[in-house]
């Protein structure tokens, strides 16, 4: 990462955090099945970009100086003790998933907590699983540069891993033992498949002719909040809950990830059309191919009517997709969508203004800056 104009990384702050993480997310993912075993820890890896831990893990220490009581002892959480294998095959050789503690640098001086850490493991366990399932629905052959699950063991298996990989996660859920994090992350879950289900259809509804209106980029937004927004912005309020934050610090570390998961997505939706498919390490143009009308065309469209056609029938006939990724490229549709984005950006940034100041916070306003900077 490039250091801040101090000279001090930003990031610094969570960088030991983040060495341990593929670790102790592997731990969570063991299973006797050793077929099972490989796919459920296949995309892990190759080590993803870890946003949603990372945002997690800085928002864990950022909101920590925010309170008062002491946290050099926090309360013995389940997440620290043994439970007793739960899966089919159980004999020895069988590790459960969770009889040992999140794995940390003893001699780190961390403000963050043993269950603010599982949280950042459980947010890219179900990021990890909605991939898997992401990659069969759009027939994807690559993700993190090497060919996507559903492409190296098939369909079944890329389903079944991910289904798998939410079990897990779900446990160590629970065992945090705070419904109201519980209840937050379960809502997430549900969320993902609402906004993929949205995007199912590119407008409310099911017209041959839609016109461009006002509830367009309103269902549009809806289903980018709950495709992408609702992970980054439930658990960093659950961070902000887990390390007992009062409820004003809890609504801004919800603005700050609602914000900032739009601006996220927006950006993702952008790269689609302006990076190529070696850069982004997966497919580009991927979007229009799939049918999919975001933001960079619902802007072109606002100005030109014949874009609404192609929406209608899902780009589907001969030299559609040519022809609206022409439309989308001579409109403004990308500058309108980065400026959508960077709105958003400053409203996640004005979301912690009030936070004390600490290397944390700026890791948080750095993650704004690096998500508008983004090229994959
Ligand atoms: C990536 O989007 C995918 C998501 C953000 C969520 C996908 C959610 C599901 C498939 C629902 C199932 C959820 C679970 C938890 C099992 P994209 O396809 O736009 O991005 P990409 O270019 O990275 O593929
Ligand atoms: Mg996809
Ligand atoms: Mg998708």
């Known amino acids: 990462a490039a250091p ?27 299973s006797g099945h050793p077929m099972l075993d490989t796919v459920a820890k296949y995309y892990t890896q190759s080590e993803g970009k870890y946003v949603r ?16 009581q002491d946290r050099s002892t926090p309360r013995a ?3 620290d003790s043994p439970i007793s294998p739960s899966a089919v095959l159980s004999d020895a050789n069988h590790s459960s998933p969770l009889t ?16 603010q850490r599982r949280l950042a493991e459980i947010t890219e366990l179900i990021h ?11 027939n994807s052959i690559s993700r993190r540069s090497a060919p996507s699950a559903n492409i190296q063991f098939g369909n079944k298996m890329a389903v079944l891993a991910g289904d798998f990989m939410l079990g897990r ?19 997430v879950i549900a969320n993902l498949i609402e906004g993929e289900f949205m995007q199912l259809r590119n407008t409310a509804s099911d017209e041959k002719y839609p016109a461009y209106s006002q509830e367009t980029m309103e269902y549009y937004l809806q289903k980018t909040y709950l495709k992408s ?22 609504d801004a570390a919800y603005s700050y990830g609602k914000n900032l998961g739009l601006a996220f997505q927006l950006v993702d939706d952008m790269l689609d059309y302006t990076v190529s498919g070696a850069e982004l390490g997966k497919p580009a143009g991927a979007d229009l191919e799939l049918g999919l ?9 606002k100005d030109n009517k014949e874009l609404g056609t192609l929406v209608g029938r899902r780009f589907a006939e001969q030299g559609d997709v040519k022809r609206a990724h022409d439309l989308v490229i001579q409109s403004n549709g990308i500058e309108q969508t980065r400026a959508m984005a960077e709105d958003y950006i400053n409203k996640a940034r004005e979301a912690i203004a009030f936070f004390p100041e600490s290397q944390a916070k700026a890791g948080l306003l750095d993650m704004c800056t690096k998500v508008l900077q983004r090229r994959k």
């Open 100 to 115: 040992s503690p999140p794995t940390v640098d003893d001699t780190s001086d961390t403000t963050v907590l043993p269950s």
């Open 77 to 79: 959480l389940d997440v």
């Open 169 to 187: 996660a779900s446990v160590a859920l629970a065992r945090l033992r705070d419904p109201e994090v519980t209840e937050l992350l379960a809502t």
């Open 4 to 30: 801040s104009p101090i000279g001090i990384d930003p990031l610094q702050s969570v960088a030991k955090e983040l060495k341990f993480l593929t670790g102790n997310i592997q731990q969570l993912l063991g």
């Open 53 to 68: 831990p990372m945002l997690v893990l800085l928002m864990s220490q950022a909101t920590a100086l925010t309170v008062k």
């Open 293 to 301: 009308a975001t933001a960079p065309l619902l802007f072109a469209w």
């Open 128 to 138: 990890t699983a909605s991939l898997l399932h992401d990659d069969v629905i759009d």
């Open 229 to 250: 927004a609702s992970l980054i912005s439930k658990s960093t309020r659950a961070a902000a809950i887990l390390g007992n934050c009062s409820p004003d610090v809890v």
